[in-house]
């Protein structure tokens, strides 16, 4: 799903923001091109516990080009994975992704183009859950959710455990939340007592002191062609991961 955006300042302090950020320097080799100059940032909002849409990014192209203005200009076109990008004046967003993918973002204005490719976006969705117990995790137990590399520098918000409930047996609960504690290259989470099949959703946070630019994980830049220089960062938070609480029949539909 493609859908128009007008946020995307990149996130810390507060919870839930700071996706991805691909920065383009001055088009090499292209004197005088109406992109000369002009930078693309990617941000945006990790998944949060009340949404099923996934994942968002937001673009804003800052600089001199054939975007600005409230009106679109049929001359300045932007693709995110070869679907059409709809902007207001040089703001766009896309969401509904749930796979650490790879994106290909491609810029045209006018004779002028850029195409950067990035991916490692989502570390988050690379988590997995062990439970040191064995077997199935009991209501209430603790259970463990391995950080990935990427994440590692990162500590679990306070009340940063969300579970959302899956079955539809007792229409009255709706999940729980807890603040999960770090330990070396895992977080200790507390099961819910009501036995169940959940979602999992942990917001991460920077440990202070910190500052910019270690306010994100890194993604990876795969190719960067038609610009100076290009960088990106990825989600912040963990998740969605499936767990299941004291059952292992099917969740309920």
């Not at 709809?86 to 766009?92: E, H, K, M, P, T």
């Not at 007792?170 to 603040?179: A, K, L, V």
């Not at 290259?185 to 942990?202: D, E, K, N, R, S």
Request: aromatic share 6%.
């Amino acid at each position: 799903m493609i859908a128009l955006g007008r946020g995307g300042a990149p996130r810390r302090p507060g919870p839930g923001l700071a996706l991805v950020a691909v920065g383009l320097g001055a088009l090499a080799g292209c004197s005088g091109g109406r992109l000369e100059g002009a930078s693309l940032a990617f941000s945006g909002n990790d998944l949060r516990p009340d949404e099923t849409s996934g994942y968002n990014v937001v673009l804003s192209v800052i600089g001199e080009s054939a975007c600005q203005g409230p009106s679109p200009n049929p001359s300045f076109t932007m693709t995110l994975n070869d679907a059409p990008l709809a902007y207001d004046n040089c703001l766009a967003s896309a969401s509904g992704f749930f796979q650490d993918e790879t994106f290909t973002l491609r810029l045209h204005d006018g004779g002028d183009s850029a195409e950067v490719v990035v991916t490692d976006l989502f570390p988050g969705l690379h988590a997995t859950i062990s439970n040191p117990a064995g077997g199935q995790i009991a209501p209430g137990s603790i259970f463990d959710v391995t950080v990935p590399a990427a994440l590692q520098f990162e500590t679990p918000a306070q009340f940063g455990a969300v579970f959302t409930y899956l079955d539809t047996d007792d229409p009255s609960f709706h999940g729980d939340s807890t603040n999960p504690t770090a330990g070396d290259g895992v977080i200790h989470v507390l099961a819910p007592m009501h036995a169940g099949h959940f979602t999992l959703w942990i917001e991460m946070s920077v440990s202070p002191p910190a500052s910019y630019p270690n306010l994100s994980p890194k993604g990876t830049v795969v190719s960067c062609s038609g610009v100076s220089s290009c960088s990106a960062s990825a989600a912040a938070d963990i998740g969605p991961l499936t767990v299941d609480i004291g059952t292992t029949a099917p969740p309920a539909n």
